[in-house]
Structures are given as structure tokens and as C-alpha cells.
């Protein structure tokens, strides 16, 4: 029941803090989104789980019961965490207390409305990542849009509406094609499932009890519906071709939505392409393992070269989030225990460095108001403290050891260069290393020029030191990031555990 | 449970009914011993009084199996007939002229003639409920004049605005003319069948021999009328007039439960009277003129509605669109088909949409009661002055999209879903498309109100606490029938299938 409980108090959460006054609702969001935060610690000391949820693992803090029959298909409220989703949930719990506690700087207006909508977005993401139904998990997947959509249109920047709007859009064509192709997979394993229950639809794909439908061999079907599924997430991911809605989005919305954008909502295109196309239809991706592995190697180099032609900061680290989202697919599609253990504990260290990044560079702003590169330099001499904390976090992007970003990247490329899923993986892995190279470049450019060198912005008012509540969210991100960099055990035992049970194919094929 | 008919005498199963029709009249009596007084608060709370005691006593039934288990009940020969389904539409009915008469109690201060229009009301949904418990084609027939001839009038209540009486002339025309049509209709399919009980009428229509000509104008007659009663193509051009120049609550009371009461209607009719199995194979394939009219009605809808720059236009061109979608429980059925399942999900929908459109149009009243304006620029920045009232219109217009976590969404993908499992495919795919189109046009409604900056200053003044009250009760509905959709749909789905028995 504690899941429920989780969703349930954050939703709550969020209809209370729509309804207090402008003034108290900063504070008591930030009050209220600690119990989630305890919720899933809780959830993390008592965590049981062993195996993959849906490859007939044992499901920690399992409720299944019957929702709604609908034409033979019986509908469940079927949540549950495993070793891949409980980590996402408490990146979830944490990052959103920290985003709202970033956001009483620079959100002045609306403010009820804004944490209301921060919260109802977390109980959601929750949702997401704890749902065990197809039904229940698509609820919670489309829910996360609309407040989203709302942030970004409401508080966001001069170009607010194009960004929220095309945010919508892609989104939700990219839901439509996923959602097509999953219940032309259901329609074609026939009377072999009786119910939407992920676990059961994704025993029966593996055992092969995909039918014809519609005059369309089964064959045909698993590989359409895998095309459509895998398009309609990388979308979200995204992946290059369909990352253009990403940095429009992330331009515009103020730094805490950002901080929830890369870090959270991203992660649910890679969780939702981990769980559906890697785990139920794995000989589908081993199939088309080179076009995979290409487009997330385009992703990672085309990404960081796109960074390093920008000058506002923001873009910078949004096209830096879908250069690492690259290195994520090439994890997953690696078929190996550290590959796709390394992207799932990636989709963690990305979540909080990223969301440190944002966070650090909405402090800058919230200051200066200004992101451009060429506008500012020596920033270090008024804002120490942030700027030793942005360099920090600069560095965990560029994966030095000790941070998590490191432990991330390290098994990411380790699995994927052992990988045999297809031959040509070691030269993918070479040429996605690469980019660490472009990261550190403009990362170390983007800083020369904006935080060291003597001090030069034009205001008509003196730049002084961050607040202090401004400080600390950033504070907890990087020692977060620290720890988990130092004792990446902390989660990836159990990552291991629950992807060690996909690996009965890629590693050892071919 | 014990069947209820052992223990009431079996005229109490019309309770429902009868309920709503002693409000009207109760009405007229407070007004005739104290016609001069203005007294909205009484004559409003009598009205809410009596519908929401008939949603009791028909949730009541539904809850006991009154009807369901052991048969429908038979009155009067077999001219009324309750059962799943007319307890069902009864429910609708009751909720819809609940919030609508606790919205008139705001819309209508200061006005004249507040005793008349109540029981208008309450006469109408009196008429709506013995719709959807005909069991012959008389009765249809004088509950639908029932129905009509009040609403004639309400459209036009406000005498001394011209869109008002616009509409309602324009309405009673066009009603005038569809009721002769379906007056012939039934004279021919009598002519046919020499009975006008629809289990009569399904027994000898199979026989109709040499006149399978007139029994198939006869259908399409009827079928003619009952596209008039729920805005369908080709008698929809009333409605856009209608919704807009009527009192908004009125609006919200004809586009959700008067369509509804169509539905209802021609849903046992056609499933009762005109046998899949005996009539397709002589010629008169009516699921397949149902099922054009259902593409039609819901694409002509959906893109009339896209290019409205008035919110109450475009919401009346999105009540067409949705007609369309609710044809598809007339249109997807075949002999052998899981017909019970897909007319079912279609009833689910119409209860769904009886609580998110009446909500759409309580808020255009609750606008109007402000003289905010009433294009999409007026709304501009409306929810930095009432957040409340715009989230719940936020829920309402998601809601009707089609898009998680509201009612909407659930109730379409059953009726996509059933009309896929019953083979009709391309019928989903029709309405999925639509449904997706749709999101453009809600969307700038929410987009107004939320994103755009304001244009002037509102004055919004004293918060109307009967409209405000109403559409937050639509809005926790369309919230709350998600996660209850399962019993709702259940239910619908074994009403229908009865029919079909």
C-alpha cells in the first residue's frame, strides 16, 4: 500500500497548495513534497525485490487488483517496484523537493498554481514509474504532459506558447504511435492474454505467442509495433532526429521545470524503452541492433557538436542532455549485464547532474538575468559558492571518477564494448567515446568564459552572492552525486539484479 | 437481492419518472398560490430536490437489480418498459437537470418567470425519462413531443434577445418538421406490421414481403427523426443556432441530456424493434446508415468546430462531433456481433459526456453571469482571476479530447475498443482521428484562459455560488468516473445486451 500511499499524499499535496494563498505556497510545497522523499526512502531501506518485474521477478511493495473488464481484457491497478523502478522513484521524490525549493527565486507570480502543478506532476512521474499495468501506466504517461505543458506555457520565457506548444505536439503524436503499437501487440497474442498486466503481456512476447492479425504475419507485427513503440519513446528521450522540441522546451521554461524536464521526464522515455522494446521484445532489438547503435552514437556526437555551437547556457546543457541520453541507448541496446545496468544507473547520475546543471545556471540567471555566454564573465568573483558548485557539476558531466557520472558512463561503455550483439560494437562504443571529448571541450569553454577571467556584466544594480536557499538544493544535488559516484552499490545491486534476468539473449548470440 | 417488483406494487418502477414530472408539477402549484414573488432560492432548490431524488431512486433501482434481474418490468401493456437501460438514461436525465436548475439559480436572478421555467425543466426531463422507457412506438412518439415542446420554449426564454428567439423559431421549425417525418415513419412501419408495440414489430417485420419497401422508408423515416433529436447529421443545423442564442444552462441541458434521451430512444428501438438478424438480410441495412452518419456527423462536427472563434459556438459544434461518436453504438453492430458490449459502451459515454459537456456549457454561463465576452481572446488570462472555475473547465475540455487521467478518456477507448472487437475497425480509426483533431480546439480554450496574457481588466464581481457549485460537481464526476468507469460500464454493457436478448 505504501505506493499508493506515495501517489496518493502527492496529489493531495498538490490540490492543498493550489488552494493557499500566493505567499505560503513555495513553502508549504517544499514542506509537503518531504514526505514523498521519506515515502521512498522508506520504500528504499525495505526494498525485498529480486529479479526483473516483468520477467517473473519478485515485485516489492505488489497491489494488483481488478479495475474494469472491457472486452475480455481485464484492466488492473497493478503497481510495484523492481530494481529498475524503485531508483527512478527516488530520484523522482528528490529532484522535485529540490526543484520546488530552487523555484522560490524566480517564480513571482501564480505561485499556488505553479507548485500545485510541480506536485501533481510528481505524483504522476510516480505513477509512471511504478505501474505495472499498460492501462494504468499510459494514464500516468499522458498525465505527465499536461502539467508540463502548462509549466512551460505559463512561466516560461518570451517564446513560452511555440515551446509549449510544440512540446504538446510531439508528445503526443509520439504517444499515439506507441500506444497504436502496443495494442496491435495485444490484438496479436490473441487469446493468449486475458489482461493489460504488463508482466503477463511480456511472458507471453518472449515465449513467442505473437499471432498473425489482420492478415499481417507475426513477424511483420512484432517488428512494426517495435518500430512504432521505439519511435513513439524516443521522442521523449529523444534521440536524434526527434530531439527539436527539446531545447525550444528548455529555452523557455524557467530553471526548475528544466530541472524536472532533463531530470525526470526524460528518464521516462529511456525507462519506457527499457521495459517495453528491451524487455519484451528482445530479439526484435538485437535484430536491429545497428541502426540502434547508430542513432545513439549520431545522438552523442551530433548532440555535443550542437552544444558546442551554442552560446546560451541553457541550450547548452539541454543539447548536452541528448548527447548523454545517446550513451544510454547504447547501454541498453549492448544486451550486456554492465550495458544496460551502466544506462539504467546513468538514467540516475544524468538526472542529478543534469538537474544540478539547470539548477546552477537558473541561479546564475535569477542574478544576472542574462544567459548568453558573451554577456558575463568572472562570475566567480561574486558567486563563489555556485560557482564551485556549477564546475562540480561540470565535471561529474565530464565523468571524472567519484561522481556518479563517472560510474555510469564507465559501465555503459565496459558493457557495450564487450557487447556482441552485433560485431561493429566496440567501433560504436569508440566512436560514442568521442564525445566525452566534445563535452569537455565546450563544458570548459562555456566556464573559461562566463565564471573565470575579471569581472564584466552590465546592470544597474550590484551581482552578489546566491541566497541561501538557493544554495542548498545544489549543495544536497552535488553530495548526492558524490556519494553515489563513491558507492554506486547504493543502487546498482539492485539494477543489476533486475536487468541480469533480460541477458539470456544479446551477449551471447551471434 | 430480492427483485424490488415483489415488494412495491410494479407502477412504482416508473418512480424515476414520476418523480421529476410531480416536481414540475409541484412547481406550478408553488407559483399559482404565490405567482408574484421572486423567490429563486425555493423555486431553484424544489427543482434540484426532485432530480436528485429521481438519480436516488433510479441509482437505487440499478443498485438492486429492479428490472435487470428477472426481466424488464412491462407497464400498461407493454407501452412502458423499464429496465438496465431506462434506469440508466434515467440517471443521466436526473443529473443533468440537477446542475442545470442549480445553475439557473444565478442564471436567471432578476428575471421573470423563474416558476415557468423550472418546471419547463423539469417537464422536459419528465419527457427525456418516459423516452427512454417506450415500449412502443406511441409512446415514443408523445414523450418526445413531451420532451420537445418545453425545450422549444426554454431556447427562447430570453424573449427580449434576439439570438434567443432566433433560435428557438429556428428550433421549433426544424423540430416540427423532423416529428412529421417520424409521425410518417411510424405510420408506415405500422402500415408494414399492423402494430406499433416494438416486440410486435420485430415479430412480423421479418414477414413484411412484398412491402419491404415501405417498412425500409419507414426505418430510414424514423431514423430521420431520431437525427434530429440527437443533433446528428442531417438534422443537426438546429443545434450550433439552438446551444448558442439559448440561456447557457438551457444549452447544457439540451446538448447533454436531450441527446442523450435520442440515444436512448433510438438505441431500443432499433435494437428492439428492427432485428439485425431479420432485417438486414431484406435489404434495409440500417447499422450501415449509422454508420455513414456517424462519420459524417462526427468529421463535419469536429472541423465546423475548428474554425469557431465563439467558445459557446464551438462547444455546440463539439456536441455534433460528439453525436458522431455515439452513433457508433448504433452503427457497429452486426448479427452474431458483441452488439450488448458496444451499445453499452456507448450508453458509458453518453453518461460521461452528460457530465463533462453540461459542465463545458455551466461555465459558459458562469462567463456570461460575468459579461466576460464570449470569443476565445475574451477568455484571455481568465484564470488569473478564477483559477478554481478554469481548472474545472480545464478538466471539461481534456476531458472531452480524450486525454488521461479524466472520464473522457476512458469512456472513448471503451467505444473504440468495442466497436474494434466487434469488427468495425475503420469505424474506430474514424473516430480516433477525430478525437485527436479535437484536442486543437479544446485546447485554445485552455491555452485562453491559462497561457495568454489578459487583453483588459476583469471585473468579475460576487462568485455565483449555484453555477460554481454545479460545475465543480461536473468536474469531480468526470474526475471520479474514471477510476469508477468499471461499474458504470458493467452496467451499461448488461442493459444493452438485455436489449439484444
Not at chain 1, 44 to 56: E, K, M
Not at chain 2, 15 to 24: H, N, S
Request: glycine share 10%.
Amino acid at each position: 500500500m505504501i505506493i499508493e500511499a506515495l501517489i496518493a499524499v502527492t496529489f493531495v499535496a498538490a490540490f492543498a497548495v493550489l488552494l493557499v494563498p500566493n505567499r505560503m505556497a513555495g513553502r508549504l510545497a517544499a514542506a509537503l513534497s518531504l514526505l514523498p522523499v521519506v515515502g521512498s526512502l522508506y520504500m528504499w531501506s525495505r526494498f525485498d525485490a529480486t529479479g526483473n518485474a516483468l520477467t517473473g521477478g519478485s515485485v516489492a511493495f505488489e497491489t494488483m487488483t481488478p479495475w474494469l473488464e472491457l472486452g475480455g481484457y481485464t484492466l488492473n491497478w497493478h503497481v510495484g517496484v523492481d530494481g529498475i523502478g524503485l531508483p527512478l522513484v527516488v530520484l523522482t521524490t528528490i529532484l522535485s523537493t529540490l526543484a520546488i525549493v530552487s523555484a522560490w527565486t524566480p517564480i513571482d507570480e501564480r505561485q499556488s498554481q505553479f507548485y500545485g502543478l510541480m506536485l501533481f506532476m510528481e505524483a504522476n512521474l510516480l505513477g509512471v514509474f511504478t505501474a505495472l499495468d499498460f492501462f494504468v501506466w499510459f494514464v500516468f504517461w499522458e498525465a505527465v504532459l499536461l502539467p508540463m505543458y502548462f509549466l512551460i506555457g505559463v512561466w516560461g520565457g518570451p517564446r513560452r506558447k511555440y515551446a509549449a506548444i510544440k512540446f504538446f505536439v510531439y508528445t503526443n503524436i509520439a504517444s499515439l504511435a506507441m500506444f497504436i503499437g502496443f495494442i496491435a501487440l495485444v490484438f496479436g497474442l490473441g487469446d493468449s492474454v486475458s489482461s493489460l498486466d504488463m508482466p503477463a503481456i511480456s511472458a507471453a512476447l518472449r515465449a513467442g505467442e505473437l499471432g498473425s492479425l489482420y492478415g499481417i504475419p507475426a513477424a511483420t507485427l512484432q517488428s512494426v509495433a517495435f518500430v512504432a513503440m521505439f519511435l513513439g519513446f524516443a521522442v521523449k528521450v529523444p534521440i536524434v532526429p526527434f530531439h527539436t522540441w527539446l531545447p525550444d522546451a528548455h529555452v523557455e521554461a524557467p530553471s526548475p521545470v528544466s530541472v524536472m524536464l532533463a531530470g525526470v521526464l526524460l528518464k521516462m522515455g529511456t525507462y519506457a524503452l527499457l521495459r517495453f522494446n528491451f524487455t519484451m521484445m528482445p530479439e526484435t532489438a538485437t535484430a536491429f541492433a545497428v541502426p540502434i547503435a547508430l542513432i545513439a552514437v549520431i545522438s552523442v556526437i551530433y548532440g555535443a557538436m550542437l552544444a558546442l555551437a551554442q552560446q546560451d547556457l541553457k541550450r547548452i546543457v539541454a543539447y548536452s542532455s541528448v548527447s548523454s541520453m545517446g550513451y544510454v541507448i547504447l547501454g541498453l541496446i549492448a544486451y550486456t549485464t554492465y550495458g544496460v545496468g551502466g544506462a539504467t544507473f546513468q538514467m540516475i547520475a544524468h538526472g542529478l547532474i543534469s538537474g544540478l546543471m539547470f539548477m546552477s545556471v537558473g541561479v546564475i540567471y535569477n542574478a544576472t538575468h542574462t544567459r548568453m555566454v558573451g554577456d558575463m564573465s568572472g562570475m566567480a568573483d561574486r558567486m563563489p559558492v555556485t560557482t564551485g558548485i556549477l564546475v562540480a557539476g561540470a565535471f561529474g558531466y565530464m565523468g571524472l571518477p567519484l561522481m556518479a557520472g563517472f560510474a555510469g558512463e564507465f559501465f555503459i561503455f565496459k558493457g557495450s564494448f564487450e557487447s556482441t550483439v552485433t560485431s561493429a560494437m566496440p567501433l560504436f562504443t569508440a566512436a560514442a567515446m568521442f564525445g566525452i571529448v566534445i563535452v569537455a571541450g565546450y563544458l570548459l569553454l562555456a566556464m573559461q568564459r562566463t565564471l573565470f577571467g575579471s569581472f564584466r556584466l552590465e546592470t544597474d544594480y550590484e551581482v552578489g552572492p546566491a541566497a541561501l536557499h538557493e544554495t542548498v538544493p545544489l549543495a544536497v544535488l552535488l553530495v548526492t552525486i558524490i556519494v553515489l559516484g563513491v558507492a554506486p552499490d547504493l543502487f546498482f545491486g539492485m539494477i543489476q539484479d533486475a536487468v541480469n534476468p533480460l541477458l539470456d539473449f544479446g551477449g551471447d548470440l551471434s | 437481492m430480492t427483485p424490488l417488483q415483489t415488494q412495491l406494487p410494479t407502477w412504482a418502477a416508473v418512480a424515476p419518472t414520476i418523480l421529476l414530472g410531480l416536481t414540475a408539477l409541484v412547481l406550478f402549484l408553488v407559483d399559482s398560490i404565490d405567482p408574484d414573488s421572486t423567490r429563486p432560492a425555493a423555486l431553484a432548490g424544489i427543482s434540484v430536490l426532485g432530480s436528485v431524488s429521481s438519480l436516488a431512486v433510479a441509482g437505487w433501482f440499478l443498485l438492486a437489480g429492479t428490472g435487470q434481474t428477472g426481466g424488464a418490468i412491462e407497464l400498461y401493456g407493454g407501452s412502458i418498459i423499464v429496465g438496465g437501460m431506462s434506469l440508466f438514461f434515467s440517471v443521466i436525465f436526473a443529473s443533468v437537470a440537477a446542475m442545470v436548475s442549480l445553475a439557473s439559480y444565478d442564471y436567471l436572478r432578476d428575471r421573470t418567470y423563474q416558476a415557468e421555467f423550472y418546471s419547463l425543466v423539469m417537464l422536459a426531463a419528465t419527457g427525456m425519462s418516459l423516452m427512454g422507457s417506450s415500449g412502443s412506438l406511441a409512446t415514443v412518439f408523445v414523450s418526445l413531443e413531451l420532451a420537445s415542446l418545453p425545450s422549444y420554449a426554454l431556447v427562447a426564454f430570453l424573449k427580449n434577445n434576439r439570438g434567443s428567439v432566433e433560435a428557438g423559431l429556428k428550433y421549433f421549425l426544424v423540430g416540427a418538421v423532423s416529428s412529421a417525418v417520424f409521425a410518417f415513419g411510424i405510420s408506415l412501419v405500422y402500415a408494414v406490421t399492423g402494430s406499433l408495440l416494438l416486440s410486435d414489430v420485430a415479430a412480423s417485420i421479418g414477414s413484411a414481403g412484398d412491402l419491404v419497401g415501405v417498412a425500409g422508408v419507414g426505418i430510414v423515416m424514423i431514423a430521420g427523426g431520431f437525427a434530429f433529436k440527437t443533433a446528428s447529421v442531417p438534422f443537426h443545423f438546429w443545434a450550433p443556432e439552438a446551444y448558442e442564442g439559448a440561456p447557457a444552462p438551457i444549452s447544457a441541458f439540451l446538448s447533454s441530456a436531450s441527446k442523450a434521451a435520442g440515444f436512448a430512444v433510438a438505441f431500443r428501438v432499433f435494437a428492439v424493434a428492427f432485428p439485425i438478424d431479420a432485417v438486414v438480410p431484406m435489404g434495409i441495412d440500417w447499422p450501415l446508415l449509422f454508420a455513414v452518419l456517424a462519420v459524417v456527423t462526427m468529421t463535419l462536427g469536429n472541423f465546423a468546430a475548428a474554425t469557431q472563434e465563439n467558445v459557446k459556438r464551438m462547444l455546440a459544434y463539439s456536441s455534433v462531433g460528439h453525436a458522431g461518436y455515439a452513433l457508433i453504438g448504433l452503427a457497429a453492430l452486426s448479427g452474431g456481433g458483441p452488439n450488448g458490449a458496444v451499445m453499452g459502451a456507448s450508453m458509458a459515454h453518453l453518461l460521461v459526456y452528460g457530465f463533462m459537456n453540461t459542465g463545458a456549457f455551466l461555465f459558459i454561463a458562469m462567463v456570461e453571469h460575468w459579461e466576460v465576452g464570449r470569443t476565445f481572446e475574451d477568455y484571455n488570462g481568465l484564470a488569473t482571476q478564477a483559477p478554481v472555475a478554469c481548472l474545472a473547465m480545464t478538466v471539461f475540455m481534456f476531458s472531452l479530447a480524450g486525454l488521461p487521467p479524466f472520464g473522457g478518456f476512458l469512456s472513448k477507448y471503451a467505444l473504440f475498443y468495442e466497436a474494434i472487437q466487434g469488427g468495425f475497425w475503420w469505424l474506430a480509426a474514424v473516430g480516433a482521428i477525430n478525437s485527436a483533431l479535437s484536442l486543437f480546439y479544446y485546447s485554445r480554450v485552455v491555452k485562453a484562459m491559462w497561457i495568454e496574457d489578459p487583453t483588459g481588466t476583469f471585473d468579475l464581481g460576487a462568485t455565483p455560488l449555484g453555477i460554481y457549485v454545479a460545475v465543480l460537481v461536473a468536474a469531480v464526476a468526470t474526475l471520479a468516473l474514471l477510476p469508477a468507469f468499471g461499474p458504470v460500464v458493467e452496467t451499461a454493457q448488461s442493459a444493452a445486451t438485455a436489449l439484444f436478448a
